[in-house]
């Protein structure tokens, strides 16, 4: 038996067993309607897209909504950061816009990655990953979760975590340098990691990446890309953010000694030899923070799209004029990209965002996803002639 003082001051006795599950075990769960009037909705008037695309508010009221993973029966899971919690959205009447919001677990650390496979929600915090069973037959009475994997590092710094599933069925979950830039002898730091879905295997599966906060599989060769957000304080222009593209194991991206194509580290890159690293596919806007990225694997929007590469950016902080906070695509020609476009650009007015693109979703119909945790919003980008 353990003893707890609550804020009462009043001593409860719990069973050890109970307590541990109070203490590690995430809180579930309340539901509510989605109010879609919120400011963003005000908003998306500013919101520039090609010709015969319409942005639309999916849900309004999802305060720091951030990484999203689809379940099967269409309900939308959408992770956060530092509100700690878990949703799950549910468009009932088929409209499209949510009309129910579930808080499945709060008081997480940092539970910004979430992914789905057979019937689970895998939800992952910065040390930690969970998976929840048969979630959507539970979403107004989440099962308890079971950890899957808890022997990621605990730093806070670039701690949070972007996972999903490769078409061969394991899942990857990086593991971001514990600083603006350093070198760690410790492998897992500054990696893109990779596990069976139940926690067994994990091993490295690229090296020298130092916050990557979107990945995605190419539909036809089911190769690896992914985002990479550069370091900070070296100016304004430099280093660019990266798009990457990682065909096998064991390669390495340059972190800490090499930025871009080639710009090396003021502290780090007398150590190491350009010619030892793999330059991006594609460099991106300079502190951008490029995170969530999916390809166009759709048929509604038009085919100059079709399995292109759409990317959120969050928006510059490290910059004297700020950048990013829109959605850009990179159009690839076979495994090269050869442009990097602007999509859709309007939340930032001046130098003051409404919004921040955090990560974009392809949805069954093919209207393209896109989360919001400054504004708390989802949006749907829907294309007609």
Partial sequence: MKVVSTRSGVLIRFPTLMLLTMLFSPVACSKENVPNDGG???????????PGFRISLYAGDVPGARSMALGPNGTLFVGTQSEGKVYALVDRDGNHRADTLYTLARGLNMPNGVA????????????????????????????????????????????????????????????????????????????????NPDGSGLEVFASGVRNTVGFDWHPETRELWFTDNGRDMMGDNIPPDELN?????????????YHGTGIPDPEFGEKRSRADFFPPAKELGPHVAAIGMRFYTGTMFPSEYHNQIFIAEHGSWNRSTPIGYRVTVVK???????????FAEGWLQGRTPWGRPVDVLVMP??????????AGAIYRISYSK
């Fill in 40 to 50: 963003s909705s005000q908003e998306l008037s500013k919101i520039k897209l090609p």
């Fill in 116 to 195: 789905f496979r057979d019937g689970a929600l895998y939800v992952a915090e910065v040390s930690r990953v969970w998976r929840y069973d048969n979630i959507e037959a539970n979403l107004a009475n989440p099962p308890a979760p079971v950890i899957v994997n808890d022997r990621f590092p605990g730093d806070a710094h670039h701690g949070w975590k972007f996972i999903r599933f490769s078409p061969d069925g394991m899942l990857y979950v990086p593991v971001g340098a514990p600083c603006n830039v350093c070198e760690e002898d410790d492998t897992r730091y500054a990696s893109i990691m990779r596990m």
């Fill in 245 to 257: 593209y990682a065909p096998r194991k064991g390669m390495h991206f340059g972190f800490p000694y």
């Fill in 332 to 342: 690839l020609n076979g495994n090269r990209a050869v442009s990097y476009e602007v």
């Fill in 365 to 374: 119909d093919g209207a393209l996803f896109v989360s919001d945790d400054h």
